[in-house]
Structures are given as C-alpha cells and as structure tokens.
C-alpha cells in the first residue's frame, strides 16, 4: 500500500453516493475513504485483522468512486495492492480458502472451463443443496447461462472490401466458453469495417481475475503479450470490459522488469466499441427496430472511461432505440469473481439493477462485459418476471450490418 497515495485522499466525502457497498449499508469501512483510512492503519503497523480484511474484501473494485474523485485519488492502484497484502498476510477459513483454489483453478483456464461447462449447466438443479454446502457454489449454479453451441473462428478472418487495417483479437475465458457467439460477432463486425482480424489460437487467460483479485497477474500478462508480438499486430481489440481495464494496466503490473513493461507499453489496447469509433464507420447499417438498454460495465466506464462510444454506436443503428438505466455508474455486483465470493451484496446490487433495467420497458440488456450479462439476467430470472433478452454491442452491430433483424439477439 503506496502511503504517497493514500495520503491523496482528503476524505471530502465525494466518493460516498458512489459507492455500491456504502449505498446498501450506510457504513463507513465500507467507503472508498474507510477503507482508506483502513489502509493507512496497515501502513501504521495494524496488522491484518478478519474484520479489517473483511471491510476490503466486500469492495467490488468497480472503481466508481475513481471517476467521483476531485482529488485524483488512485484507489484503484490501492485497492489492488491492498488486496495482495490480505492475499499474503490474511488467514482465511479453510472453506473460503478452497472455494477461492477452485476458481482461480477453473476460470483462467479454457480447457478446464469448457470441461466443467456440463456439470456448472446441470449443477443449477442442485443450487438448494449447494447452497447449503456453500453459498458461493450456489451463486456458481445460479450465474451459469444456457449452454452456447462451441463456435471456432479461424487464425485470420480477412476485411470485407479495402483493408483499413489488421488487429489482433483477444477471445478471453468466459466469453470464449459462454458466450462463443460474441467472439464470432466481434471478428465479423471488425471485417465488415475493413479490418484483417488475426485471432491467435490457444489463447490463455489475459490476467484481469487474478490482478482484480490480489494474486500474481505477470505470468499471464506475459504470456499475453508475447503471443499478440508474435502475431505481428500493435493494436488488439478487446470486447470484455475487464480484460480490457486489466490489459491496459500491464505496463504498471510489470513495472518492476522495465524490459517487459517497455513492451506492454508497444502494445496499443483498445475496447471494441472504443476502436470501431476511432477507426469511423464504413458498412452499411440496416435497420434494426428494437428498444435496447445499454448497461455500463464498471471495468468500462469507470476503469477506461469508455462511456460515449458503445452509445454512439448504438444510435448509428437506424431504428433503434437507446434507453438509459438509471443509477448507470452503480456496479451491478458481477465485478469479476465479487458474485462468486460475496454472493449475498451481490445479489443485493444484482437485483437493485434489474429492477432499474426493466424499468426502461427495452426488449434488450446490451452490455460489454459477460459478468454483467450473466449476473443481471440471473437477477431478471430471480424476479419473476420472465427471461430478458441480453446481447453484447458487437452483436447488436453484427445484427444491423448482416440485416438479420432484431429476432436475432439475446438468441443462445
């Protein structure tokens, strides 16, 4: 914990009505600036305590309070550090010990993940009993969406038409194993823009559950940018708003091996939204009558301050309807692994923001990010009041470019 950057924080308050945890329970240490002064107690010689490790581990990392700051204050370079230091120092519970090994020993990896695809899918028969055994198994089963038809893209997918450029395209774990159809979105969408999409194959975990989660993000963060050199681009696209955040940071998570921090800095990352915007439009757009909520994604808006593009999309789309969600800058309780270890706020928060996206009366949830779009369509589920269409931007303009129409969004 940097004491340079804690003592940034003049504790104004500003961070407060932004704050998902502080909203739902009015407390202090679980305020951007209690859990501050938390750290600066640390720093002070406090050693971690279970209630001091709890006041850190109920932060989501959304890092609204980031985008509140009048003083600049990093507290997403805190949090991180801080976690590594419960990380090290803290003995948990011997239960939460082995849930937290069973998912860093699935998510980050693809083969382990789409063998565990079918038993995840029939566990949600089982979630009474598992929650039970433990609520964090119970939120597993819950989130699972329904099982996705594999999709394989190629190395390389070439431009429709003149070639404008040529990137490199990250497949990520979750999205690559549930949400296959995104991937095969996004590679179509940049070649309908005139893009050759080099999709390099076997891809790894880029890092970001790890880095958000306190453990060691380099090896990953290496691997990473040692297969997008090798594939000869400088300019990868990513459609998953927390890898992107996590791939943007790899110079400062390398900073003490300049070598591979001067490489991480060659390598231009950029969202999918954030890079059809710079790049300008070229396809043409079909109609697409339908209403759609856009849901910012904390590791989106609040990490890369990508906001206006998803949205400038969207509108470019003849016919659709774009409809905000209110409390937009509150974190919906994905945020990473946060709704597998802290299921009960999680839900709290998943549930707070399903009744704000219903409330907009859209046929569609539109998000950047698979956290989000499982954890809010689990919520819809939850309230019983039927299934709510969700589809990622990159399919929704892979919807107008192709003229399939609005029936083919939210389809598993």
Request: aromatic share 4%; net charge positive.
């Amino acid at each position: 914990m940097d004491p340079e950057l804690i003592k940034d924080c003049v504790h104004c308050g500003f961070c407060l009505p932004t704050c998902p945890t502080y909203l739902l329970w009015g407390e202090e240490m679980d305020s951007p600036r209690g859990r501050i002064h938390l750290m600066a107690q640390h720093v002070e010689g406090t050693p971690v305590t279970d209630e001091m490790a709890g006041h850190f581990d109920a932060c989501l990392g959304c890092m609204a309070c980031v985008t509140a700051c009048p003083s600049g204050v990093r507290y997403d370079r805190l949090i991180e550090e801080t976690r590594a230091v419960v990380e090290r120092e803290h003995v948990r519970a011997p239960e939460d010990r082995a849930i937290r090994e069973l998912v860093f020993a699935l998510f980050p990896y693809r083969r382990r993940l789409r063998a565990m695809r079918l038993p995840m899918r029939l566990a949600t028969r089982m979630r009474p009993f598992l929650d039970r055994v433990h609520p964090s198994l119970g939120a597993m089963a819950e989130l699972v969406p329904p099982p996705a038809r594999p999709i394989r893209l190629p190395p390389r997918v070439h431009a429709l038409g003149r070639r404008r450029a040529t990137v490199g395209m990250l497949t990520g774990c979750v999205q690559s194993q549930f949400f296959p159809r995104v991937n095969a979105a996004t590679a179509r969408v940049l070649a309908m823009e005139g893009c050759d999409v080099v999709i390099p194959p076997r891809q790894g975990c880029c890092g970001a559950l790890s880095l958000h989660s306190g453990r060691d993000a380099r090896r990953f963060a290496k691997r990473t940018i040692a297969m997008f050199e090798r594939a000869g681009v400088d300019t990868v696209v990513v459609n998953v708003a927390g890898c992107g955040s996590s791939m943007k940071e790899y110079a400062e998570v390398l900073r003490d091996e300049p070598e591979w921090a001067e490489r991480a800095e060659a390598l231009r990352v950029r969202d999918l939204a954030e890079y059809l915007v710079e790049l300008g439009p070229v396809a043409r757009r079909h109609p697409l009558p339908v209403s759609v909520a856009y849901h910012d994604a904390c590791h989106l808006a609040h990490a890369q301050g990508v906001r206006s593009q998803p949205r400038e999309l969207l509108r470019g789309i003849p016919g659709l309807e774009l409809r905000e969600i209110s409390e937009s800058a509150i974190c919906c309780g994905s945020a990473g692994t946060y709704n597998l270890f802290q299921p009960g706020p999680a839900r709290e928060l998943g549930d707070r923001k399903a009744g704000h996206v219903m409330a907009t009366g859209a046929e569609v949830l539109v998000s950047a990010n698979p956290g989000c779009s499982m954890q809010i369509a689990a919520a819809v589920r939850r309230s019983g009041k039927g299934e709510m269409r969700v589809a990622h931007t990159a399919e929704v303009l892979d919807a107008s470019l192709r003229g399939l129409g609005a029936r083919a969004l939210g389809r598993a």
